[in-house]
């Protein structure tokens, strides 16, 4: 079983900056796909950003393409993902879910991917 923890969150003025990791307790599977999701209360979970674990191109949310960086360091033994934020806006507010898949190909549903972190809060706010 994989074990996904998020840190990072926390509050951040608008325009600011934040970066979330996602850290890994064991590689259970050699080829995989990191993701990142978001939620607010009342509303579905929203993907943001997903990539393979060994590089390649990434995927982006259209809301956060320019401002958002999921990067996953094939160097870090422990299996980090990161996802740096900028020029973060008030809708960018949420829990922040770390998520990952078996595979190569890059998904935007929830649905399909099996292992998940807690979540990480984090505020944009002035």
């Known amino acids: 079983q994989v074990q996904l923890v998020e840190s990072g969150g926390g509050l951040v003025q608008p325009g600011g900056s934040l970066r979330l990791s996602c850290a890994a307790s064991?590689?259970?599977?050699?080829?995989?796909?990191m993701g990142w999701f978001r939620q607010v209360p009342g509303k579905e979970r929203e993907f943001v950003a997903s990539r393979r674990h060994n590089g390649g191109r990434p995927l982006y949310a259209d809301s956060v393409k320019n401002r958002f960086t999921i990067s996953t360091p094939i160097a870090d033994a422990n299996d980090t993902v990161y996802l740096q934020m900028n020029s973060m806006k008030p809708d960018d507010t949420g829990s922040y879910y770390c998520a990952a898949r078996e595979g190569i190909v890059l998904k935007e549903t929830t649905g399909e991917y099996p292992y998940w972190g807690q979540g990480t809060r984090v505020t944009v706010s002035s």
């Open positions: 064991r590689r259970t599977f050699s080829i995989y796909v």
